[in-house]
């Protein structure tokens, strides 16, 4: 379950690799909360796994560090609409609580819990939003600083790319679109996989890096003047630390969204 929750964490960018190996490791280090820790520590503990305990603790920890972050970002740049872009749409906002709500809904009750309606509801809505919010500033700093445009002569082997290069005939064509959005593209117009069959690529942005065959041909676009002399890469940028400190509480005072129910 862990694996499929950071897979799809990962699909939409919001993680690394090296970020769901950490979960994975946890779920088989500790599967369940140690027992000799509560004869020191009294957490509130819920039913389910207690990686699953690490997860929420993970990103309720590192929530304002973010928000607070790309509202900063938003403020300097003049961004600050992007920053309130999902507040526009109100509507996805609401479909987001009503599956979720079920769905977290039937869980509680299948795990015997009882549910104030009204609270339920204002909880879950005040989540979602939070979670847009929250989406959407991982966006903002995907682009405005974890990220950072080099010129190509500069580019070195094991660089990690955020655009993809790549030819359609004679034409060179940027694209940097993340992983969701070229899904979101495709769900909406299948089609498109057609086309890409008639694309070469020249370099992506697989995790691995550049390859120095990749850097070659990319210069020798720019010798061409087929392609400008800049490229985007990613910044490396550990979680690990958010991971830790998610573990720590978890360890320490248990699941933090129990103890808000509560």
């Known amino acids: ?27 088989a280090l500790i599967p ?18 207690f990686v699953l305990t690490v997860f929420i603790n993970t990103f309720l920890a590192v929530f304002p560090i973010i928000l607070g972050y790309a509202f900063y970002l938003s403020i300097k740049k003049r961004i600050f609409g992007r920053f309130l872009e999902p507040l526009r749409d109100m509507g996805k906002i609401a479909r987001s609580v009503l599956i979720f ?13 009882e549910i104030d309606v009204v609270q339920y509801i204002i909880t879950v809505f005040l989540f979602s939003l939070l979670f847009h919010l929250f989406w959407n500033s991982m966006k903002i700093l995907r682009i405005e600083a974890l990220q950072e445009e080099i010129p190509i002569s500069l580019l070195r082997e094991g660089d990690v790319l955020a655009e993809e290069i790549y030819l359609i005939g004679d034409k060179v064509v940027r694209d940097n679109r993340s992983l969701s959005e070229k899904f979101k593209e495709i769900m909406k117009n299948p089609d498109i996989l057609k086309e890409d069959k008639n694309k ?13 065959k990749e850097i070659e041909i990319l210069r020798k676009l720019v010798d061409e003047g087929k392609l400008e002399d800049r490229i985007r890469i990613k910044k490396s940028t550990p979680f690990a630390p958010a991971i830790l400190a998610g573990l720590v509480i978890s360890l320490f005072f248990g699941d933090i969204l129990t103890m808000i129910k509560l």
């Open 1 to 27: 379950m862990i694996f499929i929750v950071g897979y799809f964490f990962w699909f939409l960018g919001g993680w690394s690799a090296g970020d769901v190996k950490e979960f994975l490791f946890i779920a």
């Open 32 to 49: 369940r909360y140690p027992e000799f820790l509560k004869k020191y520590f009294s957490p509130i503990l819920p039913n389910y796994p």
């Open 101 to 113: 709500g079920l769905a977290y809904a039937s869980i509680l009750t299948l795990l015997g819990y």
């Open 200 to 212: 070469k690529i020249i370099a992506n942005t697989k995790a691995a890096g550049v390859e120095k």
